[in-house]
Every structure is written in C-alpha cells, then in structure tokens.
C-alpha cells in the first residue's frame, strides 16, 4: 500500500486532511468535485475522466500499463494523491493484489457536473438593483489595499492610516503563532511572524486561511463545512455582486471576515446587501507552485549592497526595514541599504538569510529579474556569511559525569556513550565526561548495572 502522509502545504493538503466520512460529505456538492477535479496533477485527472464510467475496481496493475515506464513516478504520484483526497478508493484482495475504484459519491456528483454542468445556489445579481460595481481593475486595487492594511494592523496598528475593524476571529488567527502579548504590553511579532511578512502573497494568505479554517470549531463552525463555502466560492464570477440573504448566518459570518483579508467586497444598497468576489477568492484553490498571480517586483539591489524599491506602499517600506536600514523616501522610491547591523537585527528576530535573500529574488525588479542571478552573487554570500557568524556556538543539553570509581568503569561509560553518538566530551586524567541529555536516562540505568 503506498504510504500516504498529510502534510497541509495547500488548500487542496488541507481537504486531503479531513476524517473520510467529512470527505464523502463534502463531495455530495458537484462544484466542489469540480474543484476537485482541477486542482489534481495532469496524470491523475486522466486517470480520474478514465474511470469516470467503471463501476468495478481495477486492477492496480492495469493501471501501471497505463503509462511508459519513464512515467512510473508521476504515477505513483497521482495514486498516492487520489488516494489521500479519498478520490480513489483502495482494496485489496486475498492474493494481496490492489486494485482501486472511484469513490461512488465523488464519482456520480462529477459525472452530473460534467454532463449537465451545474447551477450555484446563488446567482449574479440585476444591475438595476446593485446600480454601481466596481471595474475589475478597481476591485483589484481594493484587494491589495485591504491586504496590504492587514499585514501593516500586524506589523503595528500605528501604521494604519484608515480605522480598522477586524473581526474577532481574525485577530485570533493573528495571535495563533504569528502575535504575542503579555500583560499591559502591545502585542509583539514572534519570530513566525516576522518570517511570515518575508513571504510571497499566496504562501500568507493559504497561512491565514489555513489557521481560520483549524480554529473554526472554536468558533461553532464545522471545517468541512467551512471548505465547501471557501471552494465554492473559487466558482463565483468576479466583479459580480451576489446578494448576502442567500448565505445562512455561518456564512455571512465568513463572508464579513473574508472583507477583512479582500478577498471579498462588501456593499449596501438602499434595500439590499451584496458581496463582490476579488480575484483572491476566486483562486483560492489555486496551488501554491501557481506563480501566474504573483505581483511585479520592485527591488533592486547593487552590488556596493545599496538598495532601491520603486514603490509607494508603506507596507514595503515596513518590511523592508525588518532587514534593511531606510535612509530616506521619496513619492514612489524607497532607497536604504543592507548592513551588517539592519541583517543582526533580522537574525535576533527569527528571520534567516535564505528567507531574506529568498524575499530579495522574488521580488526582483522587472528591470534586474532577468538577469542570473536577480541579486548580486556578493551580496548574497555576505548575508549568508553574516549569519553564519552568529551560528558558530552551539548550545546542546548535557549532563557531566565524574568520580568514577576506576579507570575501567570510565572507559566503559564513554564506549556505551560513543556507541549511542551521544559523547560530547571526556577527560581520562580526571574521569570526567559530558554526554547529550538526550541519553542520560539510558546512561544512569548502564552504571546502575554496572555496579
């Protein structure tokens, strides 16, 4: 049996997480087989429209015919996928040969939406009534101010220029893991969190989500429930306004909290309230590898380590400064420069130097980003140095032994220490030693006996 192991990298890992009985619940919603259906690898959506119509379990060796031998990895890849999505279904016989089917509930739901293509419980609502929607464009530019508006209320609500509501739910994922405070003080970055502001926009928001959807039972939510809603709306059109009173209360809930990160926007009418869908909600379920949604950069860095970010943004300008010293701004150029002292200060804080040089490529200017490498190679070796500066002392829990009884005993206790890598050091003349915490139970219960 292939050894499948969840590890929630992506919206998708966070579905493939779920109790299997949540699963089947979830795949009674023909949209959210569709979601399914496109977030698989190329493989094994061929393998899923192939057995689309077998009502029998096949063979696991048949379906290794299926493809050249060279392809045996990316086969193995895809059963191991459709298997923790609960997509396939593995049995096996008494000969111990395996074989897989589709998951009847998946399969007869995606069968309908392909063939009859289906109807969300809501639909776009008239013009007449929404009178003035947000271009495209607008709406755009709504989203990256209502994100870039979250990571400043994380860095420092000071730095919000616009009063901020955000929702109690959301201020809770902020304080799981990215914020802590303790009493009388402001909330302060942990070192999670200064990593996480280094990260590119789709790697934040999956962790955002990611944390909503893990406390929503703390909130009365169900998660499977919550994951439908979320894929469900990846099926939304964006720039379209859907009326808010065909949502039940949890999911008006979500909704007001999904206005928070921009995902979605919110509007009143003179009768009616609506939600307008971002292009963040519709991709939602999009992988994380998708690099089609990541934004233009806007960092250049020279080789004498100045630095000039061609942006407005103060979001830039804060994280930038949580690596690099700002000398001074002007209405769209940020220039600073990378120092020994601004990359100290990162590294006391959590941040490592892949991270930073990481954050440096990715948000290359388009100007420098074609060029091998984006930054300057010296530049790149300095910051890696620089932190190697600050790793070569390491700490490691010990415990010292001493006044052995004789030599013998001594060189016995450092031969079962060295036999399980745990002698750190030893001194003959003085029988002394220093073994890792990590077996100093084992090594009291071998002098015990000893004696």
Same mark, same amino acid.
């Given at each position: 049996?292939?050894? !499948?192991?969840?590890?929630?990298?992506?919206?998708?890992?966070?579905?493939?997480?779920?109790?299997?009985?949540?699963?089947? *619940?979830?795949?009674?919603?023909?949209?959210? &087989?569709?979601?399914?259906?496109?977030?698989?690898?190329?493989?094994? %959506? *061929?393998?899923?429209?192939?057995?689309?119509?077998?009502?029998?379990?096949?063979?696991? %060796?048949?379906?290794?015919?299926?493809?050249?031998?060279?392809?045996?990895?990316?086969? *193995?890849?895809? @059963?191991?996928?459709?298997?923790?999505?609960? !997509?396939?279904?593995?049995?096996?016989?008494?000969?111990?040969?395996?074989?897989?089917?589709? =998951?009847?509930?998946?399969?007869?739901?995606?069968?309908?939406?392909?063939?009859?293509?289906?109807?969300?419980?809501?639909?776009?609502?008239?013009?007449?009534?929404?009178?003035?929607?947000?271009?495209?464009?607008?709406?755009?530019?709504?989203?990256?101010?209502?994100? +870039? &508006?979250?990571?400043?209320?994380?860095?420092?609500?000071?730095?919000?220029?616009?009063?901020?509501?955000?929702?109690?739910?959301?201020?809770?994922?902020?304080?799981?893991?990215?914020?802590?405070?303790?009493?009388?003080?402001?909330?302060?970055?942990?070192?999670?969190?200064?990593?996480?502001?280094?990260?590119?926009?789709?790697?934040?928001?999956?962790? @955002?989500?990611? +944390?909503?959807?893990? =406390?929503?039972?703390?909130?009365?939510?169900?998660?499977?429930?919550?994951?439908?809603?979320?894929?469900?709306?990846?099926?939304?059109?964006?720039?379209?306004?859907?009326?808010?009173? #065909?949502?039940?209360?949890?999911?008006?809930?979500?909704?007001?909290?999904?206005?928070?990160?921009?995902?979605?926007?919110?509007?009143?009418?003179?009768?009616?309230?609506?939600? @307008?869908?971002?292009?963040?909600?519709?991709?939602?379920?999009?992988?994380?590898?998708?690099s089609s949604t990541r934004k233009q950069g806007f960092v250049v860095v020279e080789t004498n380590f100045r630095m000039y970010a061609y942006?407005?943004?103060?979001?830039?300008?804060?994280?930038?400064?949580?690596?690099?010293?700002?000398?001074?701004?002007?209405?769209?150029?940020?220039?600073?420069? @990378?120092?020994?002292?601004?990359?100290?200060?990162?590294?006391?804080?959590?941040? #490592?130097a892949e991270q930073i040089i990481s954050f440096l490529q990715q948000n290359a200017h388009p100007r420098v980003a074609g060029r091998i490498?984006?930054?300057?190679?010296?530049?790149?070796?300095?910051?890696?140095?620089?932190?190697?500066?600050?790793?070569?002392?390491? #700490?490691?829990?010990?415990?010292?032994?001493?006044?052995?009884?004789?030599?013998?005993?001594?060189?016995?206790? &450092?031969?079962?220490?060295?036999?399980?890598?745990?002698?750190?050091?030893?001194?003959?003349?003085?029988?002394?030693?220093?073994?890792?915490?990590?077996?100093? =139970?084992?090594?009291?219960?071998?002098?015990?006996?000893?004696?």
């Amino acid at each position: 049996m292939p050894q !499948v192991k969840i590890i929630a990298k992506n919206f998708m890992d966070m579905v493939a997480s779920l109790p299997a009985f949540k699963l089947d *619940k979830l795949y009674q919603n023909p949209f959210i &087989c569709e979601a399914i259906l496109r977030s698989l690898p190329p493989l094994a %959506k *061929k393998y899923v429209l192939q057995m689309l119509y077998i009502d029998v379990p096949v063979p696991a %060796k048949s379906m290794e015919e299926w493809v050249l031998p060279d392809g045996l990895s990316k086969h *193995k890849v895809s @059963i191991d996928r459709l298997i923790q999505l609960r !997509v396939f279904i593995e049995s096996v016989d008494r000969k111990k040969d395996t074989s897989y089917q589709l =998951n009847p509930t998946f399969q007869i739901n995606l069968q309908k939406q392909l063939l009859h293509g289906g109807r969300l419980s809501r639909e776009p609502m008239p013009s007449n009534i929404t009178v003035r929607l947000p271009t495209l464009e607008e709406l755009e530019t709504y989203a990256l101010e209502q994100w +870039e &508006c979250f990571l400043l209320h994380l860095i420092s609500s000071s730095q919000v220029e616009r009063v901020t509501n955000f929702s109690s739910s959301m201020m809770k994922v902020f304080q799981r893991g990215l914020l802590s405070q303790r009493e009388k003080e402001a909330p302060r970055l942990t070192e999670n969190g200064f990593q996480f502001l280094l990260m590119d926009t789709n790697t934040q928001l999956w962790y @955002i989500i990611r +944390e909503y959807i893990s =406390n929503a039972e703390e909130r009365g939510m169900d998660p499977a429930d919550l994951i439908s809603f979320l894929l469900e709306l990846s099926f939304h059109e964006t720039g379209q306004a859907y009326n808010l009173n #065909t949502l039940n209360e949890v999911q008006k809930n979500t909704v007001k909290d999904l206005a928070d990160l921009g995902l979605v926007k919110l509007q009143q009418g003179r009768k009616e309230s609506w939600f @307008i869908p971002t292009k963040l909600a519709t991709t939602l379920s999009v992988s994380l590898s998708d690099s089609s949604t990541r934004k233009q950069g806007f960092v250049v860095v020279e080789t004498n380590f100045r630095m000039y970010a061609y942006s407005s943004s103060k979001l830039h300008t804060e994280i930038l400064r949580l690596f690099a010293r700002v000398e001074y701004q002007l209405p769209n150029l940020i220039v600073g420069g @990378i120092t020994k002292e601004s990359l100290y200060n990162a590294f006391e804080n959590g941040i #490592t130097a892949e991270q930073i040089i990481s954050f440096l490529q990715q948000n290359a200017h388009p100007r420098v980003a074609g060029r091998i490498p984006s930054v300057p190679e010296n530049v790149t070796d300095q910051i890696r140095l620089w932190e190697s500066d600050l790793n070569r002392v390491e #700490t490691t829990p010990a415990h010292l032994y001493d006044e052995f009884p004789s030599k013998d005993l001594f060189e016995s206790a &450092c031969d079962f220490a060295r036999e399980h890598g745990g002698l750190l050091w030893e001194d003959s003349r003085k029988l002394r030693l220093v073994v890792k915490a990590e077996i100093h =139970n084992h090594m009291r219960e071998y002098l015990r006996r000893q004696k």
